[in-house]
Protein backbone atom coordinates (compact mmCIF):
# COMPACT_ATOMS: atom_id res chain seq x y z
CA UNK A 1 0.00 0.00 0.00
CA UNK A 2 1.27 3.28 -0.95
CA UNK A 3 2.41 5.73 1.97
CA UNK A 4 0.65 8.77 2.76
CA UNK A 5 1.77 12.05 1.15
CA UNK A 6 4.40 14.05 2.05
CA UNK A 7 2.63 16.56 4.08
CA UNK A 8 5.72 18.74 3.42
CA UNK A 9 5.85 18.77 -0.15
CA UNK A 10 4.88 22.22 -2.30
CA UNK A 11 2.49 21.56 -5.30
CA UNK A 12 3.63 24.34 -8.17
CA UNK A 13 1.27 25.49 -10.36
CA UNK A 14 2.63 26.29 -13.65
CA UNK A 15 1.37 29.23 -15.25
CA UNK A 16 3.57 30.26 -18.28
CA UNK A 17 1.90 29.42 -20.67
CA UNK A 18 -0.90 31.13 -19.93
CA UNK A 19 -0.54 34.14 -17.38
CA UNK A 20 2.71 34.13 -18.77
CA UNK A 21 1.89 34.49 -22.72
CA UNK A 22 -0.99 36.87 -22.53
CA UNK A 23 1.02 39.93 -21.89
CA UNK A 24 4.26 39.16 -23.81
CA UNK A 25 6.05 41.93 -25.70
CA UNK A 26 5.98 39.13 -28.92
CA UNK A 27 3.25 36.34 -30.14
CA UNK A 28 4.26 33.03 -30.68
CA UNK A 29 2.86 30.42 -32.77
CA UNK A 30 0.31 27.90 -32.20
CA UNK A 31 2.93 25.15 -32.49
CA UNK A 32 5.40 27.04 -29.99
CA UNK A 33 2.96 27.21 -27.28
CA UNK A 34 1.70 23.56 -27.72
CA UNK A 35 5.74 22.07 -28.04
CA UNK A 36 6.42 24.29 -24.81
CA UNK A 37 3.46 22.72 -22.49
CA UNK A 38 4.60 19.54 -24.01
CA UNK A 39 7.98 20.38 -22.80
CA UNK A 40 6.80 21.82 -19.48
CA UNK A 41 5.30 18.43 -18.56
CA UNK A 42 8.11 16.35 -18.92
CA UNK A 43 9.74 18.75 -16.36
CA UNK A 44 7.80 16.64 -14.03
CA UNK A 45 5.06 19.99 -12.71
CA UNK A 46 2.11 18.27 -11.77
CA UNK A 47 -0.45 21.59 -12.98
CA UNK A 48 -0.33 23.45 -15.83
CA UNK A 49 -2.45 26.26 -16.75
CA UNK A 50 -2.62 26.28 -20.49
CA UNK A 51 -4.41 29.13 -21.61
CA UNK A 52 -7.62 31.09 -21.65
CA UNK A 53 -10.73 31.17 -23.33
CA UNK A 54 -11.42 34.50 -23.05
CA UNK A 55 -12.86 36.93 -25.84
CA UNK A 56 -10.07 37.33 -28.49
CA UNK A 57 -10.28 40.91 -28.69
CA UNK A 58 -9.75 41.23 -25.34
CA UNK A 59 -6.99 38.95 -25.56
CA UNK A 60 -5.68 38.83 -28.57
CA UNK A 61 -2.40 36.27 -27.72
CA UNK A 62 -4.87 33.52 -26.44
CA UNK A 63 -7.00 33.37 -29.78
CA UNK A 64 -5.66 30.22 -30.57
CA UNK A 65 -7.02 28.64 -27.32
CA UNK A 66 -8.93 25.31 -28.90
CA UNK A 67 -6.23 25.00 -30.98
CA UNK A 68 -3.36 25.04 -28.34
CA UNK A 69 -6.17 23.31 -25.85
CA UNK A 70 -6.28 19.88 -28.25
CA UNK A 71 -2.78 20.35 -29.41
CA UNK A 72 -1.15 19.10 -26.35
CA UNK A 73 -0.23 15.48 -25.52
CA UNK A 74 -2.17 15.08 -21.57
CA UNK A 75 0.34 13.18 -19.51
CA UNK A 76 -1.30 11.33 -16.89
CA UNK A 77 -1.43 12.76 -13.12
CA UNK A 78 -1.26 16.00 -14.42
CA UNK A 79 -3.94 18.93 -14.31
CA UNK A 80 -4.15 20.75 -17.14
CA UNK A 81 -6.24 24.58 -16.39
CA UNK A 82 -7.90 26.44 -18.81
CA UNK A 83 -8.78 30.47 -17.17
CA UNK A 84 -13.03 30.64 -18.46
CA UNK A 85 -14.33 34.07 -18.08
CA UNK A 86 -18.03 33.32 -18.61
CA UNK A 87 -20.37 30.74 -20.16
CA UNK A 88 -19.19 30.85 -23.42
CA UNK A 89 -15.62 30.43 -22.13
CA UNK A 90 -16.54 27.71 -20.11
CA UNK A 91 -18.75 25.95 -23.27
CA UNK A 92 -15.61 26.42 -25.33
CA UNK A 93 -13.27 24.75 -22.89
CA UNK A 94 -15.69 21.80 -22.71
CA UNK A 95 -15.33 21.16 -25.93
CA UNK A 96 -11.82 20.91 -25.88
CA UNK A 97 -11.92 18.11 -23.24
CA UNK A 98 -11.03 20.59 -20.22
CA UNK A 99 -11.66 18.82 -17.06
CA UNK A 100 -10.21 21.72 -14.68
CA UNK A 101 -10.87 25.41 -15.00
CA UNK A 102 -10.04 28.68 -12.99
CA UNK A 103 -12.28 31.31 -12.92
CA UNK A 104 -11.13 35.14 -11.86
CA UNK A 105 -12.76 37.63 -9.43
CA UNK A 106 -11.56 40.90 -7.81
CA UNK A 107 -10.96 42.01 -4.19
CA UNK A 108 -10.51 45.42 -5.52
CA UNK A 109 -13.62 47.19 -6.48
CA UNK A 110 -11.74 49.60 -8.89
CA UNK A 111 -10.26 46.65 -10.75
CA UNK A 112 -13.28 44.57 -10.78
CA UNK A 113 -14.48 47.93 -12.38
CA UNK A 114 -11.97 48.18 -15.29
CA UNK A 115 -10.89 44.03 -15.55
CA UNK A 116 -14.64 42.85 -16.29
CA UNK A 117 -16.58 45.29 -16.67
CA UNK A 118 -18.90 45.20 -13.01
CA UNK A 119 -18.89 45.30 -9.44
CA UNK A 120 -17.62 42.62 -7.12
CA UNK A 121 -21.20 41.64 -6.38
CA UNK A 122 -21.98 41.48 -10.19
CA UNK A 123 -19.27 38.79 -11.41
CA UNK A 124 -20.15 36.57 -8.42
CA UNK A 125 -23.67 36.34 -10.24
CA UNK A 126 -21.90 35.89 -13.34
CA UNK A 127 -20.17 33.02 -12.13
CA UNK A 128 -23.07 31.44 -10.62
CA UNK A 129 -23.96 29.90 -13.73
CA UNK A 130 -20.30 28.70 -14.95
CA UNK A 131 -20.03 26.97 -11.25
CA UNK A 132 -23.34 25.48 -11.49
CA UNK A 133 -22.47 24.18 -15.12
CA UNK A 134 -19.19 22.98 -14.25
CA UNK A 135 -20.50 21.27 -11.11
CA UNK A 136 -22.74 19.30 -14.02
CA UNK A 137 -19.79 18.36 -15.61
CA UNK A 138 -18.02 17.43 -12.65
CA UNK A 139 -15.05 19.90 -13.37
CA UNK A 140 -12.59 20.87 -10.85
CA UNK A 141 -12.48 24.30 -10.74
CA UNK A 142 -10.02 27.36 -9.26
CA UNK A 143 -10.86 30.51 -7.80
CA UNK A 144 -8.28 33.19 -8.31
CA UNK A 145 -9.27 36.49 -6.34
CA UNK A 146 -6.71 39.03 -7.93
CA UNK A 147 -5.40 42.04 -6.12
CA UNK A 148 -5.84 40.13 -3.27
CA UNK A 149 -3.06 42.59 -1.20
CA UNK A 150 -2.82 45.67 -2.67
CA UNK A 151 -4.38 47.49 -6.06
CA UNK A 152 -2.53 50.27 -8.58
CA UNK A 153 -6.16 51.72 -7.86
CA UNK A 154 -7.04 51.64 -4.48
CA UNK A 155 -4.11 51.00 -1.81
CA UNK A 156 -4.11 47.75 0.66
CA UNK A 157 -7.09 45.51 0.63
CA UNK A 158 -8.99 45.29 3.38
CA UNK A 159 -7.97 41.57 4.55
CA UNK A 160 -11.84 40.98 5.42
CA UNK A 161 -13.01 42.00 2.25
CA UNK A 162 -10.74 39.28 0.54
CA UNK A 163 -11.72 36.93 3.20
CA UNK A 164 -15.43 37.30 2.24
CA UNK A 165 -15.17 36.79 -1.45
CA UNK A 166 -13.28 33.56 -0.62
CA UNK A 167 -15.42 32.28 1.37
CA UNK A 168 -18.11 33.44 -1.67
CA UNK A 169 -16.17 31.45 -4.01
CA UNK A 170 -16.23 28.74 -1.81
CA UNK A 171 -19.17 28.06 -0.81
CA UNK A 172 -20.49 28.36 -4.67
CA UNK A 173 -18.20 25.31 -5.68
CA UNK A 174 -14.71 26.33 -6.25
CA UNK A 175 -12.11 23.48 -5.08
CA UNK A 176 -9.75 26.02 -4.48
CA UNK A 177 -8.81 29.63 -3.94
CA UNK A 178 -5.98 31.37 -5.20
CA UNK A 179 -4.90 34.54 -3.82
CA UNK A 180 -2.90 36.70 -6.39
CA UNK A 181 -0.28 39.60 -5.75
CA UNK A 182 -0.97 41.18 -8.71
CA UNK A 183 1.37 44.01 -8.94
CA UNK A 184 3.79 42.12 -6.80
CA UNK A 185 3.43 44.96 -3.94
CA UNK A 186 2.25 42.98 -1.09
CA UNK A 187 4.44 42.94 2.60
CA UNK A 188 4.95 40.27 4.62
CA UNK A 189 2.67 41.96 6.79
CA UNK A 190 0.04 42.23 4.68
CA UNK A 191 0.69 38.77 3.42
CA UNK A 192 0.38 37.75 7.10
CA UNK A 193 -2.78 39.78 7.63
CA UNK A 194 -4.71 38.84 4.58
CA UNK A 195 -3.88 34.22 5.08
CA UNK A 196 -5.18 35.36 8.98
CA UNK A 197 -8.45 36.74 7.87
CA UNK A 198 -8.71 33.79 4.89
CA UNK A 199 -8.03 30.74 6.83
CA UNK A 200 -10.56 31.50 8.86
CA UNK A 201 -13.27 30.56 6.52
CA UNK A 202 -11.19 28.72 3.98
CA UNK A 203 -9.48 25.37 4.70
CA UNK A 204 -5.39 25.67 4.49
CA UNK A 205 -6.02 22.79 2.03
CA UNK A 206 -8.03 24.27 -0.48
CA UNK A 207 -5.82 27.59 -0.75
CA UNK A 208 -3.27 28.44 -3.26
CA UNK A 209 -1.05 31.59 -3.50
CA UNK A 210 0.02 33.14 -7.34
CA UNK A 211 2.58 35.67 -5.93
CA UNK A 212 4.48 38.39 -8.66
CA UNK A 213 7.98 39.21 -8.04
CA UNK A 214 8.34 43.16 -8.82
CA UNK A 215 10.04 44.10 -5.83
CA UNK A 216 12.12 40.84 -5.18
CA UNK A 217 9.33 39.71 -2.18
CA UNK A 218 7.63 36.73 -3.74
CA UNK A 219 9.65 33.99 -1.89
CA UNK A 220 9.70 35.70 1.57
CA UNK A 221 5.65 35.95 1.37
CA UNK A 222 5.63 32.10 0.25
CA UNK A 223 7.64 31.56 3.09
CA UNK A 224 4.90 33.24 5.10
CA UNK A 225 1.82 30.81 3.25
CA UNK A 226 3.90 27.78 3.90
CA UNK A 227 4.14 28.78 7.54
CA UNK A 228 1.11 29.42 7.74
CA UNK A 229 0.20 25.47 6.20
CA UNK A 230 -0.35 26.49 2.32
CA UNK A 231 1.30 23.78 -0.12
CA UNK A 232 0.41 25.31 -3.58
CA UNK A 233 2.28 27.87 -5.40
CA UNK A 234 1.87 29.67 -8.72
CA UNK A 235 4.94 30.55 -10.97
CA UNK A 236 5.70 31.05 -14.33
CA UNK A 237 8.95 29.77 -16.12
CA UNK A 238 10.96 32.52 -16.78
CA UNK A 239 9.57 34.54 -14.89
CA UNK A 240 7.55 35.40 -17.87
CA UNK A 241 3.92 37.42 -17.32
CA UNK A 242 1.95 40.18 -15.82
CA UNK A 243 -1.50 41.12 -16.00
CA UNK A 244 -2.07 43.30 -18.86
CA UNK A 245 -4.86 45.39 -17.41
CA UNK A 246 -3.04 46.16 -14.12
CA UNK A 247 -0.62 49.14 -14.30
CA UNK A 248 2.89 47.81 -12.73
CA UNK A 249 2.12 44.13 -12.99
CA UNK A 250 5.77 43.28 -14.22
CA UNK A 251 6.19 39.56 -13.55
CA UNK A 252 5.45 36.20 -12.25
CA UNK A 253 7.45 34.44 -10.07
CA UNK A 254 10.16 32.43 -11.78
CA UNK A 255 9.41 29.05 -11.33
CA UNK A 256 13.37 28.37 -11.58
CA UNK A 257 13.65 30.88 -8.71
CA UNK A 258 10.77 28.66 -6.73
CA UNK A 259 12.21 25.73 -7.24
CA UNK A 260 15.62 26.98 -6.43
CA UNK A 261 14.12 28.34 -2.85
CA UNK A 262 12.49 25.18 -2.21
CA UNK A 263 15.78 23.26 -2.52
CA UNK A 264 17.44 25.64 -0.05
CA UNK A 265 14.80 24.71 2.10
CA UNK A 266 14.97 21.20 1.46
CA UNK A 267 11.24 21.79 0.64
CA UNK A 268 10.10 18.29 -1.63
CA UNK A 269 8.41 19.92 -5.33
CA UNK A 270 9.41 17.19 -7.76
CA UNK A 271 10.23 19.50 -10.67
CA UNK A 272 13.26 19.29 -12.57
CA UNK A 273 14.84 23.20 -13.09
CA UNK A 274 17.20 22.58 -16.02
CA UNK A 275 13.80 20.77 -17.75
CA UNK A 276 12.02 24.04 -16.55
CA UNK A 277 14.65 26.35 -18.18
CA UNK A 278 15.15 24.62 -21.39
CA UNK A 279 11.31 24.74 -21.86
CA UNK A 280 11.81 28.48 -22.01
CA UNK A 281 15.03 29.32 -24.03
CA UNK A 282 13.45 26.73 -26.49
CA UNK A 283 10.43 29.06 -26.89
CA UNK A 284 12.24 31.94 -26.89
CA UNK A 285 14.06 30.66 -29.56
CA UNK A 286 11.27 30.22 -32.04
CA UNK A 287 10.41 32.78 -34.76
CA UNK A 288 7.42 34.76 -34.72
CA UNK A 289 4.42 34.03 -36.36
Not at 22 to 27: D, F, G, K, L, T
Not at 123 to 144: I, M
Not at 177 to 194: F, K, N, P, R, S
Amino acid sequence: MAGAPDSSAVRIVEVAPRDGLQNHSRAFTTEAKIAFVDALSRSGLPAIEVTSFVNPRAVPLMADAVDVMTGIQRRPGIRYLALVPNEKGLERAIGCGVNSVAIFASASETFSQRNINCTIAESLVRFAPVLERARTERLWVRGYISMAFSCPFEGEIDPQGAARLAKSLLEMGCAEICLADTIGTATTDQVTGTLEAVLAVVPVDQMALHMHDTYGRAVDNIDIAYEAGIRVFDSAAGGLGGCPFAPGASGNLATERLVGHLDQRDIPHGVDRDAVRQATEALLATPAP
